[in-house]
């Protein structure tokens, strides 16, 4: 597929260099979120509610081919129209059908990662068709040219002068716009798109099997519109998106809100059954594409298999330090940060990914966010280890490796070294992974106090 | 091999010497506290406005909101008693007046039935809901428990439309209704 993952230390300088008000707006936006992340854990009994959507998960995942099978008949009785496709090659042959048949000159889009793992949008304005994205945050981007940089914020990497600065380009706007006139001027220009579009295009957040429900969450109501408005409406899943039951949504929909935003539901939830009936609004013809680009590969893999549970909340975005100064950008693909550097290399192959798994400090924080618990630093260091075998990554990283997981393993190795560790100076030649990152800044020092000090003290 | 039977034996074959996991009971729905009290505050919470009225204080929180307003769009199950305005499309009306087919108490939101109508739930700048006191299920679980059909779509709206994509700034009625209220009705209805 072409894409080769970046060597994620030295895009992060470059763009840092380039863009020196990203690490602040990123930063705000990630502590935002996790700070709500956090209260909204705090309401519940989040380890319990956690524990269960994993075991909801892997129940599903061990079960796959009956309940696609089962999703699969649920749709087609509402009369949906159900397609399966391998990746993007088959995915724009059923999206190009569509198009042609209904003349589709005009679509609306709800921000959905799966399609731009497809590559909807170059398909669809090759075809001639007028794309809209039409979340907030997604439009921008696409005003831009831009890639997504946070799976749940697209656009938190933008600072609000920078919107200024486009709007007034583009639409006139005064250079010191409110955000509240900017929204309005996108209203204006997506309202229009909404009621003249003749295609919706949407992801799924989850697909009940058991109902045949399409589940999407979304707080501005755009994907709402997109999926009422026009006449059809295409629907992306990936084939790991299912939930065996119908009540599973009472665990899956809150949790999801909780880990990403830290709502207790999010704004709005569209649970949609089918194509609308006689006599009601609402499109005319529904179709569901199931995708498995790469995740069937994921599922035959003994190891990294656990990663296909993930509700892409972004939690462990939010909760990493890495991703936190940057956002998702360097990390050079649609998916970034702590399950990017997990799941790229399973969609795509290590060849072109394994510089991410080395994109994050290890610190754990990601596993404490994740609302289905899953196990990123120690598939990290899954990915680093194959890296190293396969010749990929340099071979003293593989002793430090071990060393590394021994030492992080051991609470009491981990104060030994961190104490020794900060008795000596760091000469910056030492920390090779690390040179692209020095390169232009003073050199490191070592904190007088351990981390995990700091970080009580903190919390005090 | 089609698509289909290839990506399904693709599965089988990497399930063959994976355990199967059981899947959890759902939990037993525990008993909150009074469940119209909670939706109140929710919805309040969630930055909408919620109220527990009778026939005519529903009628008085109509001309209320009407005042100075040309007309409303309705949805289909808005009895022709709280039909206070003249008719207009959902692309012009300033207000949407439905009827939601249940509530939600711990997460302050109103189930809307495509068989309502969806234009007037998402395009007037002003969204008044209309729901039965009874109709109010304490639990997300329990509601999802208790439906025996499903529509064609239904919307779970918990709040009015927001985003805060430009500068972190929270800007409300982005493209749904910035304006959510809500009338539980007392009694049978
Ligand atoms: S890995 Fe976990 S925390 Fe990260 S996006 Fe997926 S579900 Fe959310």
Known sequence: MGVKAKLYPKEAARLLREKPGVREAVTGATLHFEQGRKKAYGEIDAEAWRERAKRVKDHLLSHLDHYLELAEKRLREKGVQVHWAEGPEEAHRILREVVARHGVKRAVKAKSMLTEELGVNPLLESLGVEVYETDLGEYLIQLLGEPPSHIVGPAIHLALSEIQRLFHGRFGTP??????????????????????????????????????????????????????????????????????????????????????TGQRLSTYVSLIQGPSREEEEGPKEVHVVLVDHGRTTLLHDPEAWEVLRCLRCGACL?????????????????YSGPIGAVLDPGLLGLEDTYPLPYASTLCGACY?????????????LTWRNRAVERGLAPTWEKGAIKAFSQVMQSPSLYRLFSKALRGLP??????????????????????????HELWQELEE | MDTRSRILSRIRQALRERPRALLPEHPHPALSQDPLELFLKRLAENGAEGHLLDEEGVRRLLANLAQGLAGAAYGKGVPAAFRLLPELPPEEAPLGVSRALFAVAETGTVALSSEDG??????????????????VYPSLLEAFLDLKSLPSALGLHSGPSKSADIGQVMVKGVHGPGRLVVAVLQGTW
């Open chain 2, 118 to 135: 969806r234009k007037a739930q998402l395009l007037p700048p002003v969204h008044l809901v209309l729901v039965g006191e009874e109709k």
């Open chain 1, 318 to 334: 939010n909760a990493c330090p890495v991703y936190r100064q940057t956002g998702g950008h360097p990390y050079g693909y649609v």
């Open chain 1, 175 to 260: 250079l010191d716009a409110s955000p509240e006139a900017l929204a309005a001027v996108a209203r204006k220009v997506l309202r229009e798109a909404f009621l003249t579009a003749e295609l919706g295009i949407s992801g799924a957040n989850f697909l009940v099997a058991e109902t045949g429900t399409l589940a999407l969450m979304e707080n501005e109501g755009n994907i709402r519109l997109s999926t009422s408005l026009p006449r059809v409406h295409v629907a992306f899943v990936g084939i790991e998106k299912l939930l065996p039951r119908l009540a599973d949504l009472a665990l899956f929909l809150p949790l999801t809100a909780r880990a990403a």
């Open chain 1, 426 to 451: 760091l000469p910056q030649d030492l920390l090779p992974l690390l040179k692209a990152w020095t390169e232009g800044r003073g050199p490191l020092k070592p904190s007088p106090k351990p981390f």
């Open chain 1, 368 to 380: 404490e966010a994740c609302p289905v618990k899953i196990p990123i630093p120690k598939l990290l």
